[in-house]
C-alpha cells in the first residue's frame, strides 16, 4: 500500500515501461517513506482515442507519452504528497525521459478498514501490519 493505476497508450516498449514503474516506485518510497517491497503496482494500456487529457487552461502541451497515476493511499500530509509529485516529475523526465507535462498524477485517500492484502483480513485493523 499505496496502490498505483498507470494509464498510458499502449505501444510502449517493455522495458521502458518497466523503469517508469521502478523509478515511480522508488519515488513512492522517498517520498511516502513506505516499506521498499511494499509495491502495488498496475499498468492499463489504452488505444489512443481512450485518453483524452487535456491541460485545464495550465497551457501543458500533452502528447502521446502522457502517463496518469491514479494513487489510493491512506492520508499523506500536503507536504508528502508534494514532495512525491516533485520526486515523480523529477525523476521521470531524468530517468526515462518524460516531460513534466506530460504527467498527471491523482491521490485518492482511504483508511485502515479499507485494505485487505489477502486472506480474507483487514491487517491493518487486526493488527498484522
Known sequence: MPLLRFDVIEGRDPNALKKLLDVAHQAMVD???VPQRDRYQ???QHPVHEMIIEDTDLGLERSRDMVVISIVSKTRT?????????LLAERLETECGLS????M??????GEADWSFG??????VIGKL
Open 31 to 33: 517520498a511516502f517513506e
Open 42 to 44: 498496475i499498468v492499463h
Open 78 to 86: 500536503p507536504d508528502k504528497k508534494q514532495k512525491l509529485y516533485a
Open 100 to 103: 513534466p507535462q506530460d504527467l
Open 105 to 110: 498524477v491523482s491521490i485518492t485517500e482511504n
Open 119 to 124: 486472506m480474507g483480513e483487514a491487517q491493518f
